[in-house]
Nanobody, 121 residues
Framework: QVHLVESGGGLVQPGGSLRLSCAAS????????MTWFRQTPGKERELVAA????????SYANSVKGRFTISRDNAKTTVYLQMNSLKPEDTAVYYC??????????????WGQGTQVTVSS
């Protein structure tokens, strides 16, 4: 059974930092691309950052470039999102998504339950 457990969310003042974690189990992490999304009420889920299976390649939404950093530790089967210089518009529920490439072929995706990030003074 696959589990993705996000943690690290909370309330932070503008300009502050948070580090989100997403611990994965039940997947072959070394064959799994990891992505962070976020969503606010009434809006579609937005891709924030993605990282390939080795960590060599990353991509970011324009709105977070230069402020957020995605990384992964394959030994700990965990992906991180370091968020610096936070703005009120970063307030959202943050979700991690795992996209596993199966040895038998095909891709399967899994989602975590989300963690709330609130940026407010």
């Amino acid at each position: 059974q696959v589990h993705l457990v996000e943690s690290g969310g909370g309330l932070v003042q503008p300009g502050g930092s948070l580090r989100l974690s997403c611990a994965a189990s039940g997947v072959t992490f070394s064959r799994t691309t990891m992505t962070w999304f976020r969503q606010t009420p009434g809006k579609e889920r937005e891709l924030v950052a993605a990282i390939d299976t080795t960590g060599a390649s990353t991509s970011y939404a324009n709105s977070v470039k230069g402020r957020f950093t995605i990384s992964r530790d394959n030994a700990k089967t965990t992906v991180y999102l370091q968020m610096n210089s936070l703005k009120p518009e970063d307030t959202a529920v943050y979700y991690c998504k795992a996209l596993e490439s199966r040895l038998a072929g095909g891709l399967v995706e899994y989602w975590g339950q989300g963690t709330q990030v609130t940026v407010s003074s």
